[in-house]
């Protein structure tokens, strides 16, 4: 582990202190869709009127709803010192206060690959019954159906990060695809568990939930990471939420959500699951197990 973090370690994660920071814990375009994930919540929770409309939660209630987002380039992005370090300490550190957990991909393959072994571990060492909803990066097909097999023995679910495809250095170096319909389709057929169509964000992509119909929508626009339209996944939650919501079982969502009420009002727009990466990270970071139990009072 280093004490050089990208991440700055501020009082509130809003976007403000990492302008532009990629790689880093930033956003693209000076950061303007991360700094709306965050400000949105806020300004709509204010809009529905509040504590006097949107229901309160009790902590197991706010428990069952949190997961981890889907979280790579530890050495890139955090400042981790060594990649394969980071996935098992984490995880475990997430498991052990109850968060649910994801795995995310990227280039090289080890990526994945460490953070698989990290539930591996979890399983061997301290849950059996310890899995992961398991994202992969739009490739084509063929690496697909191998990363399907890779993760089958850690998955609780399994998606495709289309958000990703957005990601220009990474759509030429490794050839990711713009996914159709029936190519989801397939993909859905070749797997046993859940399948979440992550990233879903755009007036396209809504077409694309009508025509493939996954178990799983999963609002994103990748923490404002990517080039994408203008806007906040909370909006996008709030307007598209009741569209897509006859062509899934569930809806997910993340980016921006820093409060208890926060994922309140992401309950009270339908979401069954909210996702957090950012302040799980910052706290683990710069206080490991106490900053994730501080977190989460």
């Not at 009790?58 to 400042?79: C, F, W, Y």
């Not at 994945?112 to 992969?136: H, P, S």
Request: negative net charge; proline residues 4%; charged residues 30%.
């Amino acid at each position: 582990m280093t004490d050089s973090f990208r991440c700055h370690g501020c009082p509130v994660c809003n976007g403000k202190g990492c302008t532009d920071e990629l790689p880093g814990m930033g956003g693209v375009n000076k950061n303007e869709n991360f700094l709306l994930n965050c400000s949105a919540w806020k300004k709509l929770y204010e809009d529905e009127g509040g504590a006097k409309k949107i229901p309160s939660l009790s902590r197991e209630q706010l428990m069952d709803l949190i997961r981890l987002a889907p979280v790579t380039g530890a050495e890139e992005n955090i400042g981790w010192e060594e990649e394969a370090d980071f996935y098992e300490d984490f995880f475990m550190t997430l498991h052990y206060s109850g968060i649910k957990l994801s795995v995310g991909d990227g280039t090289p393959d080890t990526k994945l690959v460490y953070g698989l072994n990290a539930i591996k571990t979890i399983q061997q060492e301290r849950d059996r019954e310890c899995r992961a909803a398991v994202f992969f990066k739009p490739y084509p097909d063929e690496n697909l159906i191998n990363r399907i097999a890779w993760a089958t023995p850690v998955a609780n679910h399994i998606g495709i990060d289309i958000d990703a495809y957005n990601i220009v250095t990474m759509r030429n170096k490794v050839k990711l695809e713009k996914k159709t319909a029936t190519q989801i389709e397939s993909i859905m057929k070749r797997i046993d568990v859940p399948f979440v169509l992550k990233g879903v964000f755009t007036r396209d992509d809504i077409e694309l939930v009508k025509e493939a119909k996954p178990d799983i929508v999963y609002f994103s626009n990748h923490g404002g990471r990517v080039e994408t339209r203008k806007g906040s996944t909370a909006l996008t939650l709030k307007e598209a939420g009741p569209i897509v919501k006859d062509y899934c079982q569930e809806i997910w969502v993340d980016g921006g959500i820093r409060s208890k009420t926060d994922i309140e009002l992401a309950r009270y727009y339908g979401a069954s699951q909210v996702l957090l990466a950012r302040p799980f990270i910052k706290n683990f970071c710069y206080s490991h197990q106490s900053g994730i139990e501080e977190l989460l009072k």
